[in-house]
Each structure stands twice: as C-alpha cells, then as structure tokens.
C-alpha cells in the first residue's frame, strides 16, 4: 500500500522499515528535546501523511529507547486518523531517573498502519454472556 508522505523537513531521514518484514516506519527528531526525569514533551517528526479512509496510523513507542533510557510515549499508542494532514507529532516521556537529550534526527517512535473496523454502538439493557463474563484484572489468577 502507498500512503502519501510530506516531508516538512528534507533534511530528516524519510520515514522507512528498517527491516522488510517490519511493521513500524522509524519517525525521526525534528528538535532536540531535553527530557528530565518524568516529564514529557512534544516532538515534531517532520512528516506529514494521508492515511487512507478505513486505516489508522499508530505512533508507537520504540523498544531500544525504553530498554536504554526508560523513555516511551505517554499516549502510547498515539492515533493519526485518516482525515488528520499535519506533523506527526510524539509525545515522549522520561520514565529513567536522569536527564535523556534526544537529538535531531534520532528515531523517537514508529508508524504502523493498520485497517480498522467502523462500528456504531447500540444502547441494550444488557449484553450478550460470555465465557468471561463480567470478570476484570486478576480474574484468570495470574
């Protein structure tokens, strides 16, 4: 599938798996940003794209950056609907306890875009059974 892509900034690297069979498309710094320990931040990517009607873009959070410097992002994962044409944006936070500088061009997040299902709900006065049921958190015993 080909899904339009502005580059607001020609000089950040396009936007690409890093291997084939990869779900995620690497979202690069447009900034530096300065995290202290948690706080969080907005980081421009430098593209913009046309998700197609019927698919969503999810920012997701990039396992290296969490491993080495408990960074993630706070609304993991971030939502780019289909009718959405501004910048990527990703909204990191620093879960470590020191101070982590993420630098311009560095990838901060990935991309990955999937078909969705359009559903309308239907008010009833209860739902269908299930073999779950009603049963939360901790209802399996684990």
Do not use: C
Not at 43 to 66: C, D, K, Q, W, Y
Not at 73 to 89: H, M, Q
Not at 130 to 137: K, M, P
């Amino acid at each position: 599938m080909k899904i339009p892509l502005l580059k607001l900034d020609p000089d950040l690297p396009t936007p690409r798996r890093a291997h084939d069979d990869d779900a995620g498309l690497d979202l690069h710094a447009r900034h530096d940003t300065t995290l202290a320990p948690g706080a969080w931040a907005s980081v421009a990517t430098g593209v913009a794209v046309g998700i197609p009607e019927g698919h969503v873009g999810l920012v997701a959070p990039r396992s290296g950056l969490a491993l080495r410097h408990g960074i993630g992002l706070v609304n993991a994962p971030g939502v780019v609907d289909a009718g959405y044409r501004g910048e990527i944006l990703a909204i990191l936070i620093n879960h470590g306890p020191v101070p982590v500088t993420v630098v311009r061009g560095e990838r901060i997040a990935q991309l990955v875009v999937v078909p969705f299902a359009t559903v309308d709900l239907e008010e009833v006065a209860e739902l269908p059974p299930s073999i779950r049921g009603d049963g939360g958190f901790g209802s399996t015993g684990s």
